[in-house]
């Protein structure tokens, strides 16, 4: 089973809620939150193996072209411009689509690899850990995204995603069984958990909410769960103990209280799933 854990907004506790839930489980965890990936800093895992992501882009031999400018005509993203002396190549542009190749008719393009970042694979004493990260300047998160999602296997897997609802989320969540939207009790909180709601709702995956930092005085969180009765698998509660052992780079559960805690949202998530 995959399970995503998402978020409206930076900085609701996206990363702890995935990596407490996934070693109190026992469950693999991947970070898809490729340009920020940091759960690594709390499972401190082995890294035994690293691979690199590639794209394709095209490779132009300047003797073959005869300057008709149909791959840059063709191109969607404007990765190709023609001038007077030949086609102009931009490469952070390139979505690798290969349609220039296509469209040449002197055969004039072929196709390179052009490394965009890498994928660390390795683990903890209990569970598997991947974490993709994008390269410094490199705008296009989702090739290692989907290259991440291509080495999951069949064990249960948490999959920690970037923040927001760009397409680097919808890549991260697209086929997965079970998400898990984080948040906390604020009015920016609550307005950017809507957003994130809708996106799951639209791509059809069951999903429940944990609250973070929950305290007594704002229930705005409670009462939209209410209201829209979606299944609220969690409250972590706002505390100095939680800062101190997240400020050290330890996970939450070497603390009993909340080693308990997370054992019953995993336990809850595995019955969002049974629920829907």
Same mark, same amino acid.
């Given at each position: 089973?995959?399970?995503?854990?998402?978020?409206?907004?930076?900085?609701?506790?996206?990363?702890?809620?995935?990596?407490?839930?996934?070693?109190?489980?026992?469950?693999?965890?991947?970070?898809?939150?490729?340009?920020?990936?940091?759960? @690594?800093?709390?499972?401190?895992?082995?890294?035994?193996?690293?691979?690199?992501?590639?794209?394709?882009?095209?490779?132009?031999?300047?003797?073959?072209?005869?300057?008709?400018?149909?791959?840059?005509?063709?191109?969607? @993203?404007?990765?190709?411009?023609?001038?007077?002396?030949?086609?102009?190549?931009?490469?952070?542009?390139?979505?690798?689509?290969?349609?220039?190749?296509?469209?040449?008719?002197?055969?004039?393009?072929?196709?390179?690899?052009?490394?965009?970042?890498?994928?660390?694979?390795?683990?903890?004493?209990?569970?598997?850990?991947?974490?993709?990260?994008?390269?410094?300047?490199?705008?296009?998160?989702?090739?290692?995204?989907?290259?991440?999602?291509?080495?999951?296997?069949?064990?249960?897997?948490?999959?920690?995603?970037?923040?927001?609802?760009?397409?680097?989320?919808?890549?991260?969540?697209?086929?997965?069984?079970?998400?898990?939207?984080?948040?906390?009790?604020?009015?920016?909180?609550?307005?950017?958990?809507?957003?994130?709601?809708?996106?799951?709702?639209?791509?059809?995956?069951?999903?429940?909410?944990?609250?973070?930092?929950?305290?007594?005085?704002?229930?705005?969180?409670?009462?939209?769960?209410?209201?829209?009765?979606?299944?609220?698998?969690?409250?972590?509660?706002?505390?100095?103990?939680?800062?101190?052992?997240?400020?050290?780079?330890?996970?939450?559960?070497?603390?009993?209280?909340?080693?308990?805690? @997370?054992?019953?949202?995993?336990?809850?998530?595995?019955?969002?799933?049974?629920?829907?």
């Amino acid at each position: 089973m995959k399970i995503a854990v998402l978020s409206g907004k930076g900085g609701t506790g996206k990363t702890t809620v995935s990596t407490n839930i996934a070693t109190v489980m026992n469950w693999n965890y991947v970070d898809c939150d490729v340009e920020e990936p940091n759960g @690594f800093i709390f499972l401190k895992p082995e890294v035994k193996k690293t691979e690199y992501v590639k794209i394709p882009v095209p490779k132009i031999d300047e003797e073959k072209c005869i300057r008709c400018n149909k791959c840059a005509d063709v191109c969607q @993203f404007n990765a190709l411009a023609g001038t007077k002396t030949g086609i102009i190549f931009f490469d952070k542009l390139c979505h690798g689509c290969g349609a220039c190749t296509m469209v040449c008719p002197v055969g004039a393009i072929t196709e390179e690899g052009r490394k965009i970042g890498k994928i660390d694979i390795g683990n903890t004493e209990s569970i598997k850990c991947m974490r993709g990260l994008l390269d410094i300047g490199e705008p296009m998160a989702p090739p290692i995204i989907k290259r991440l999602k291509a080495l999951v296997d069949e064990e249960t897997t948490i999959i920690d995603c970037s923040p927001g609802s760009s397409c680097s989320v919808v890549a991260a969540i697209e086929g997965v069984d079970v998400a898990i939207l984080v948040t906390e009790a604020t009015p920016f909180g609550l307005h950017d958990l809507k957003i994130a709601v809708e996106l799951v709702r639209q791509m059809n995956i069951p999903f429940g909410i944990v609250l973070n930092r929950a305290d007594e005085e704002h229930d705005l969180i409670t009462r939209y769960c209410e209201e829209e009765k979606i299944a609220l698998v969690g409250k972590i509660p706002y505390a100095k103990k939680a800062a101190v052992l997240y400020s050290e780079g330890k996970l939450l559960i070497e603390d009993e209280e909340y080693n308990k805690m @997370f054992k019953g949202i995993g336990e809850r998530i595995l019955g969002v799933k049974a629920c829907s």
